[in-house]
């Protein structure tokens, strides 16, 4: 049983072909765990806060650990000029943190680990944050390429490097969360394979290993949608207090 | 509605627990550990966006190799850049 680690990335069609103007826009596995994530958000959201009760129940004391965990980060590092943005970051982390905890099932598919899901989120937040940004201030909004305090004769060749760094938000927003899910479940796969190839007499320490992984694993897939819920923060921090 | 003493007492002391349990919890350990995974990335992602920047103007102006070249070490220092407003951010944070 030489089962091929990368396999469990492997996208592949459920249901018929839908094609529309050239693209493909079948019904996938990683369509379905989109599906799967979001309904258990509504379904976990929707039961936290169907009875309001003073005293709170399980789920709706998670659900208000959720909320309230969300508008502390917002309120700490963008300050209450992003209160405004707290549903769309809130569906965001729920999003990002509930795709990677259902990866964690066994026999199931993390769409955070494909590059193009976490990049089409990392440039749709990039995009808004710029169009915010022009919006609340106008051009003056380019002031943040060119820093105070520079000497002339430099300027030119710190504005292209804040221009670089600017333009590396995204792709360090996207690879960084797509990296960690799929070295994750790669490493989780490998040491699952070294098991089963060294039977019952030497996979006792890849399998403890892959205990131990398992929990490294839970403890990333939420470090990771909270880095990505309060990167996004702080780059609408940077669009809304223009201060340099 | 008056509430009964004893109940406030307690209160008192189930609240003053979450907050000590708040303090030594191993969330900080997360956030530590946020941090590095922050790091690592920011350095490299500016590198990468660079060098393709200077891809993309040498094949525009033809300059083949000079600009890709100029623009990977400008690449690198942004991506220092990040990492130094990421630890600045950090010790804000602090």
């Given at each position: 049983?030489?089962?091929?680690?990368?396999?469990?990335?492997?996208?592949?069609?459920?249901?018929?072909?839908?094609?529309?103007?050239?693209?493909?826009?079948?019904?996938?596995?990683?369509?379905?765990?989109?599906?799967?994530?979001?309904?258990?958000?509504?379904?976990?959201?929707?039961?936290?806060?169907?009875?309001?009760?003073?005293?709170?129940?399980?789920?709706?004391?998670?659900?208000?650990?959720?909320?309230?965990?969300?508008?502390?980060?917002?309120?700490?590092?963008?300050?209450?000029?992003?209160?405004?943005?707290?549903?769309?970051?809130?569906?965001?982390?729920?999003?990002?943190?509930?795709?990677?905890?259902v990866?964690?099932?066994?026999?199931?598919?993390t769409?955070?680990?494909?590059?193009?899901?976490?990049?089409?989120?990392?440039?749709?937040?990039?995009?808004?944050?710029?169009?915010?940004?022009?919006?609340?201030?106008?051009?003056?909004?380019?002031?943040?390429?060119?820093?105070?305090g520079?000497?002339?004769?430099?300027?030119?060749?710190?504005?292209?490097?804040?221009?670089?760094?600017?333009?590396?938000?995204?792709?360090?927003?996207?690879?960084?969360?797509?990296?960690?899910?799929?070295a994750?479940?790669?490493?989780?796969?490998?040491?699952?394979?070294?098991?089963?190839?060294?039977?019952?007499?030497?996979?006792?320490?890849?399998?403890?290993?892959?205990?131990?992984?398992?929990?490294?694993?839970?403890?990333?897939?939420?470090?990771?949608?909270?880095?990505f819920?309060?990167l996004?923060c702080?780059?609408?921090?940077?669009?809304?207090?223009?201060?340099? | 509605?008056?509430?009964?003493?004893?109940?406030?007492?307690?209160?008192?002391?189930?609240?003053?627990?979450?907050?000590?349990?708040?303090?030594?919890?191993?969330?900080?350990?997360?956030?530590?550990?946020?941090?590095?995974?922050?790091?690592?990335?920011?350095?490299?992602?500016?590198?990468?966006?660079?060098?393709?920047?200077?891809?993309?103007?040498?094949?525009?102006?033809?300059?083949?190799p000079?600009?890709?070249?100029?623009?990977?070490?400008?690449?690198?220092?942004?991506?220092?850049?990040?990492?130094?407003?990421?630890?600045?951010?950090?010790q804000?944070?602090?």
């Amino acid at each position: 049983m030489a089962s091929n680690p990368m396999q469990q990335f492997t996208v592949y069609r459920i249901g018929p072909e839908i094609k529309i103007a050239g693209i493909d826009l079948s019904f996938t596995n990683a369509s379905l765990f989109m599906v799967l994530s979001t309904s258990i958000i509504l379904l976990f959201l929707f039961l936290g806060s169907k009875e309001k009760k003073i005293v709170p129940g399980k789920i709706q004391l998670m659900a208000e650990m959720f909320y309230n965990f969300v508008a502390k980060m917002i309120s700490e590092t963008a300050g209450s000029k992003a209160k405004p943005f707290f549903p769309f970051i809130f569906s965001l982390f729920m999003f990002v943190l509930f795709c990677n905890m259902v990866g964690m099932l066994p026999y199931s598919f993390t769409v955070t680990s494909h590059i193009i899901v976490t990049l089409i989120m990392a440039l749709f937040i990039f995009i808004a944050v710029t169009i915010i940004g022009f919006v609340k201030h106008g051009f003056k909004y380019l002031s943040i390429f060119v820093p105070s305090g520079v000497p002339a004769v430099l300027l030119p060749l710190i504005t292209i490097i804040e221009i670089i760094s600017y333009l590396s938000r995204p792709v360090s927003l996207s690879v960084r969360l797509f990296a960690n899910m799929m070295a994750g479940h790669t490493m989780l796969k490998v040491f699952g394979g070294f098991v089963v190839s060294l039977g019952i007499l030497g996979g006792w320490l890849p399998l403890s290993f892959s205990v131990a992984l398992t929990g490294l694993e839970i403890l990333v897939a939420f470090l990771q949608a909270y880095v990505f819920a309060i990167l996004t923060c702080i780059y609408l921090n940077d669009a809304l207090n223009l201060h340099h | 509605m008056t509430i009964p003493e004893d109940f406030k007492t307690r209160l008192k002391i189930a609240k003053s627990k979450i907050k000590k349990q708040l303090d030594n919890d191993d969330g900080k350990r997360g956030s530590f550990m946020g941090n590095a995974f922050k790091l690592g990335t920011e350095l490299v992602a500016a590198v990468a966006v660079g060098t393709i920047i200077g891809f993309i103007l040498d094949s525009w102006f033809d300059t083949k190799p000079w600009l890709i070249i100029i623009f990977f070490f400008l690449g690198a220092a942004a991506g220092m850049l990040n990492v130094i407003k990421a630890a600045n951010r950090m010790q804000k944070e602090d």
